[in-house]
Nanobody, 126 residues
Framework: QVQLVESGGGLVQAGGSLRLSCAAS????????RSWFRQAPGKEREFVAA?????????FYTDSVKGRFTISRDNAKNTMYLQMNSLKPEDTAVYYC??????????????????WGQGTQVTVSS
């Protein structure tokens, strides 16, 4: 059984920062890419950022967070992070981490991922 546990969410004022963590545990598994998605109330889940887990640390971001969010990894701790700066009210959502264990043709499609965390709430007040 694989478990992904997100933490670090909370309430912050616009312009503030939060750092999300996604810790993986359970049976040994390989990862091709790990990502962050988010879902705001009444909206569909959307891709936020991704990082290659093996080999290069290539990263990918959705346009709305480029320059504000940074995704990173710590392979020794089996943990992924999302540093979120200059937060805006429109960043308010439940943030989920996800793992794809096989190569994917696109990182933005949630259907390509094999494991998901339970989510952590991020609320940005104006």
């Amino acid at each position: 059984q694989v478990q992904l546990v997100e933490s670090g969410g909370g309430l912050v004022q616009a312009g503030g920062s939060l750092r999300l963590s996604c810790a993986a545990s359970g049976r040994t598994f390989s990862s091709y890419v790990r990502s962050w998605f988010r879902q705001a109330p009444g909206k569909e889940r959307e891709f936020v950022a991704a990082i290659r887990w093996s080999g290069s640390s290539a990263t990918f971001y959705t346009d709305s967070v480029k320059g504000r969010f940074t995704i990173s990894r710590d392979n020794a701790k089996n943990t992924m992070y999302l540093q979120m700066n200059s937060l805006k009210p429109e960043d308010t959502a439940v943030y989920y981490c996800a793992v794809a264990i096989q190569p994917v043709t696109t990182v933005v499609a949630g259907t390509k991922y094999d494991y998901w965390g339970q989510g952590t709430q991020v609320t940005v007040s104006s």
